[in-house]
């Protein structure tokens, strides 16, 4: 069970750490992906941390966002850097299984409700 916090309505240019609190299942069990998704539009890949937190993968987001993960707390988290308006959507995170980092939505079983994130100009 996943469950995405930290989301809101931001400037043009700002930062946010969106987190990612597991229960349930073991944490370390699973590398976990972040996604996005705009209105009208599919859901992205934005970035994803090993279980072992040794390796991570990212879209095309020059470097502004980071993920990472506690495995003590059971939480990962995404940090967004010099948000942009076109940032905006309702971002996810979810959980695979597989060893490789996936960036591909079928390859992740379980997933939160997702946090919106609103960037002004």
């Known amino acids: 069970h996943l469950v995405e916090s930290g989301g809101r309505l931001v400037q043009a240019g700002e930062s946010l750490r969106l987190s990612c609190a597991a229960s349930?299942?073991?944490?370390?069990?699973?590398?976990i992906g972040w996604f996005r998704q705009a209105p009208g539009e599919e859901r992205y890949f934005v970035g994803a941390i090993s279980r072992d937190t040794t390796r991570t993968d990212y879209a095309d987001v020059k470097g502004r966002f980071r993920v990472s993960r506690d495995n003590n707390r059971d939480t990962a988290y995404l940090q967004l850097n010099n948000l942009k308006p076109e940032d905006t959507a309702v971002y996810y995170c979810a959980a695979s299984r597989h060893i490789a980092l996936r960036t591909a939505p079928s390859a992740y079983v379980s997933w939160g409700q997702g946090t919106q994130v609103t960037v002004s100009a």
């Open positions: 349930g299942d073991t944490f370390t069990d699973y590398n």
